[in-house]
């Protein structure tokens, strides 16, 4: 069965430091992968995808993303985090070339930035 | 260009009733998915529509039914309603043939009391 796994429920990080959200995936193929962000009471909005080549792609504010296909992960990466970071963040995968369509998401994990 | 529009926003009901949602597609998207979001269970694929077509449904009871009009507006209903149907439900919409990016409504949030 196909499956995307965010091992963490909760990360905590400081305003201005380096946040790193984990996921790792078990897709068949050479999987197309997301991350969305979801704020309280809203839809999810994406972030970033990784489709093909490159495996560091970069995302909306300031958010990138590292493929590894050995460790079949996708961490969710930025720099510099800011409060309005806060959120939930998902990340996601679909095999390509499939019949129909059906992306797979991870069960979440909640950020929060402290000032 | 105008969002993936879900209504209603907000939504009681009491167990035994039938509800039904709506989504509003992207203009110019045919693909419509529908996800139920509960604390406990994430984000549970529910189906996809194209071109008034389920081309995929998830593992939910038959009680979870959808249809998709000509327009590519969706809708999905709810009958025999359960405590446990409580959630937000999210309308995603994406255009056929890209690389699967999807775009989500707002959501419905139902509570069955």
């Known amino acids: 069965a196909q499956s995307v796994a965010q091992p963490e429920d909760q990360v905590n990080v400081a305003e201005g430091n380096p946040l790193t959200v984990k996921c790792t995936y078990s897709?068949?193929?050479?999987?197309?992968l997301f991350w969305y962000v979801q704020y309280p009471n809203r839809g999810l909005q994406f972030l970033l995808k990784y489709i093909t080549g490159d495996n560091l792609v970069k995302g909306s504010y300031g958010f990138e993303a590292e493929f590894n296909k050995s460790q079949t992960s996708f961490h969710l990466k930025k720099p510099s985090a800011l409060v309005s970071d806060s959120a939930l963040y998902f990340c996601a995968g679909r095999a390509p070339n499939t019949g129909g369509f059906k992306t797979i998401f991870g069960a979440g994990t909640r950020l929060f930035v402290k000032a | 260009k105008a969002g993936v529009t879900q209504t209603p926003r907000y939504l009681i009901k009491t167990r035994g009733q039938q509800v039904t949602l709506s989504c509003s597609p992207i203009s110019g998207h045919r693909s419509v998915s529908w996800y139920q979001q509960t604390p406990g269970q994430g984000l549970q694929f529910l189906f996809e529509y194209f071109s008034e077509t389920q081309r995929n449904k998830g593992n939910f009871p038959g009680r979870f039914s959808g249809r998709q009009f000509s327009n590519s507006r969706s809708e999905m209903n709810v009958s025999t309603l359960e405590l446990g149907d409580s959630a937000l439900y999210l309308c995603?919409?994406?255009?056929?043939?890209?690389?699967?990016?999807?775009?989500f409504g707002e959501g419905s949030r139902l509570t069955v009391l």
């Open positions: 995603a919409s994406r255009v056929e043939g890209s690389t699967g990016e999807l775009f």
């Open positions: 897709v068949s193929g050479n999987p197309y």
